[in-house]
Structures are given as C-alpha cells and as structure tokens.
C-alpha cells in the first residue's frame, strides 16, 4: 500500500477528469425503508387497523483525499496515464530527443525524482531577514572593523531624496525592498542581494516551483496555483516543513510544453505587402524572442530539453521504517 504525504491537489481538475471518465462522482448514499401493515375489519368506514414503520440512512461522503487516487486508478485501467520515470532518468532519452517523440505536449504523465522546491518570495524574505541580522551586528559594532561600509543607495537605501522616497511609497513595493543595505561582508552586500532576487523573479516567476532533476542539468517544472488542496501554508512555513534540500517528488499532470532548441530569431517584419500589420506575423515574432529568452534561461519558461508540466497532484511517498521486527 502505498501512503501519499500530498503537498497539492488540484480538486477541480481531478473532479471534471473523473467525471469525464466514470460520468459524475458519488458523494451521496440515501437507503430509505418502510414497512407497513394494514388490518380492515368491517366496512372500511367502520374501522380498519395500521401499524407502519419506517427508517432513512443518509450518508454525505466526503471523498477528499481519495479523489486523487481514484482518478489515478481511473487512469491507469483506461491506460491514459503514462510513468515515465525511468525514461526520464535516462541520459540518452533526452538527448536523443526519444522523450519528446514518445510523451508530446498534453500526455498525462507520472514522474517520480529527485527534486526541490523553489520559491522567488522566500529567497527575498530569506535574505532580507539576513540583511536585518548583518546591519544589526554593525550598528553595534559587531561586524569586522575591516570590512567597508558603502553608501548607502537605491531601494533599501537611507539616504534617498524625499522626493524618490514620497514616489517609492506611493507604489507597490517590490519584494527585494526589504533586504536592507548592510557593509560589505566576503563580497556580499545589500546591493548585491537585491540583484540576486530580481534576477530570480525573471528565472522563476514568484509562486511555489517544484523542479524535478531526474537527470543532471534538466529541469522538469511546475508552478503550483495558489488556492489549490493542501497549499494552504505560506512560504516560509512551506520550507520550514519540506526544506530547500534534493528529496523525492512524484508528480502528476499533463505535459505542457518542451523548452525550444532553435537558436534563429525570425525577422521582426510584422507587416503585408500592402503596409497593413500583420497580427499573425506579429505575434508569432514575439513568441520566438519570448522562447529564444527561455532558451536562454532568463524568463520563466522551460528550457530544452526538459519540459513544464500542469500538475494534477505532487506528493512524496510516505517512507517505511528501516527497523524490521524479527518474530522469534
């Protein structure tokens, strides 16, 4: 029996699949009985005897967390559920491209590896919270007398113009505002970690990321959407409980797209012959500079070889004690 630690659950996915496949969902049971004896003496208006009884079972079933492992179930019998984690762990599958051919974008797959989770919000409240202890320990003098204390400037800064401060106020701020500016300790400063987390907003858009690396330098990604089954924690209480280290994941969606390979951008010509813009040169002209900066590695988008996924469930398998009970 396998038990599942799940960490998400999309319930309305999994609800319209299972309906697609057994034609609705039981959640309600409703057994009613009666019995009833009737006696007539006489004419009936003269008299007549009744005894009746009768009883009413109502079950409201809350199928929670089995409606996942029914519809996986549902989907292993009609054979539309593919595991692919021995292919995936194959170097040669995803360099041969043998991966792509076999699982196209839309397969509904499962994928169990090595992985992490990842999340742009809690690098940023992880390094502002360190940038609180290290400008703390120099307002008391507790850093290195050696280290050089830099001007302060830009976001985070003290010394900005009343002017640029009254304008930062009066707009949302961004999530690298809190990392404060501290002196610079082993190449590290406040500045620098800044650039840090704006640089990760672009790589992973701000959400919960869970990166399968079944095989070294290939990710498979998936962005979890918040209001989903059991991802109900914040960020930080998220890594508190599953950390930042490699664990085993399992994963199941669908297949969203493989990241690109070409490398030549067409031509930035949006335009017929008559001078009108053409909408669909024009968009197919930014998707490509959109899939060259995923190519890249700069924007949240997959990079080839691997693949994003639309997750139905991710979950951790639940691991069995190594102690053995001998019976003597």
Known sequence: MILREFLYV???KVRAMLAQIDGGIREE???TERKEKRTTVGPRVAGQYFQGSGSETYTNKSLGDALFPMLEEALESEQLLNDISEEASDPHEWSSGALREKFPPGTLVRVTAMGSLYDTR????TFAAFSSVM???NGIGALPSTAPTKPTKGKGGRQQSGSLRSRQASETPAIEDAIQDFPDVGGVDG???RSYVRVSKGVFAPGLHVNLAPVEGILIGSRLQEGRQYLDGEA???FARYGTEQQE???VGSIGSYGTKETALPEMDFTDADGRLNRAKFAEAMNAQMRNLGRLGFIDLPQHPGFSMIPLAV????ARSGVIALSE
Do not use: F, K, N, P
Request: charged share 25%; glycine share 4%.
């Open 315 to 318: 979950y951790r398998s639940t």
């Open 122 to 125: 809690y690098v940023a409240s």
């Open 249 to 251: 994941w399992t994963v």
């Open 29 to 31: 049971e409703r057994e």
């Open 10 to 12: 999309d319930t309305d």
């Open 236 to 238: 930080d209480i998220l």
């Open 135 to 137: 400008a703390g320990l």
């Open 191 to 193: 500045s620098s970690l």
